[in-house]
């Protein structure tokens, strides 16, 4: 059956670049999560490809050049790779990104305990231009303790960091976490996961890479 577009709700913020939360339709992340627990013990180990101190992190999907680490992959039904694909283009042309070709390259998760986090880093996959991504699957029911500023909550917190310049310009964005969120940004936007504590549950997330062939000439003046 062929595949429709779905509603997208979304919301824009700017740190020189645009981050876009979106919220991921029920039955996607029910599929995600369910996907990602009954194939568990199938899932290829993600960690020798990235930067976190996490020990649980396991692909869903690849599809890159690169396969001395990781063979090429796909646990995820076609309705879920389609609607990555959806919001991704819409990204696209919410930016106004004309002439451009896109490429699905990796789709993991992170199932962080407490002490375990994610350094300030970058995203890339075949190309250096794209965009990454972060969608919250399952949260803890406390962070633990603030060892200090409590009233500025740090523990288990995302962190995106924009380049904007400017006395009024915001430079860093720390979202607020919900089950179904999904933001998107730009592979070159730094971006880290702090550590929490007093807790046994975890912190589960999915980040997926999607590789953008534009032309930047093209594409740098506004609209």
């Known amino acids: 059956m062929e595949n429709q577009s779905r509603k997208l709700f979304f919301k824009p913020v700017f740190l020189g670049q645009c981050i876009i939360k979106y919220q991921v339709p029920l039955d996607i992340f029910t599929s995600i999560n369910s996907i990602y627990e009954q194939n568990y013990n199938s899932l290829a180990p ?18 890159g050049q690169d396969q001395s680490k990781m063979n090429n992959h796909n646990f995820l ?9 959806q919001v991704f283009k ?3 042309t919410f930016n106004s990104i004309k002439d451009y070709d896109t490429h699905l390259n990796s789709i993991w998760v992170n199932e962080m305990k407490q002490h375990e986090y994610n ?3 970058i995203h890339r996959g075949m190309l250096f231009t794209g965009l990454s991504s972060v969608m919250i699957l399952k949260l803890p029911s406390t962070y633990g303790k603030e060892y200090s500023a409590d009233h500025i909550p740090q523990n288990g917190r ?9 006395q009024f310009a915001k430079i860093d964005y720390q979202p607020p976490m919900d089950l179904r969120d999904f933001y998107i940004f730009p592979y070159d936007m730094r971006h880290c996961v702090y550590p929490f504590n007093g807790t046994d549950e975890t ?3 999915l980040a997926a890479n999607c ?8 594409n740098r ?3």
Not at 77 to 85: G, H, K, R, S
């Open 203 to 205: 912190r589960r997330t």
């Open 119 to 121: 350094p300030a880093h």
């Open 77 to 85: 039904p076609e309705n879920v790779t389609d609607y990555f694909m």
């Open 90 to 92: 819409h990204y696209l």
């Open 46 to 63: 993600a960690n020798g490809q990235l930067v976190g101190k996490i020990e649980k992190e396991h692909s869903l999907f690849y599809h």
């Open 158 to 166: 995302l962190q995106i960091l924009g380049a904007s310049n400017g």
């Open 221 to 223: 003046g506004a609209t």
């Open 211 to 218: 590789d953008v062939d534009f032309d930047p000439i093209r």
